[in-house]
């Protein structure tokens, strides 16, 4: 999210979405900024800005069937609304 000409995306449970319109939420000095090229799926669940909280980079990414069965609730809420706000552009792959 730090240049303005490319897109700010951001991975979660398995999608990556295009969040660009949404800049000031997740661009510089927004208040999801720290989600910006992240998997934030753990993190928006728990409803955590900690940044310990987000997946490393060598972290498998997180999904409905990779987390505490408690998160469950929290992943379909916040899927129906980035879905209903934002493009999905990809795919989220574990290297």
Known sequence: GQDASKPILLGFNGHVYD???GKGFYG????YSLFAGHDCTRSLALGSLDPNDLPGET??????????AELVAGIESWEK???AKYPVVGQLVNV
């Open 19 to 21: 969040v660009t319109t």
């Open 28 to 31: 510089p000095g927004g208040a």
């Open 59 to 68: 972290d498998p990414f997180q999904t409905t069937s990779t987390v505490d």
């Open 81 to 83: 609304r980035l879905k």
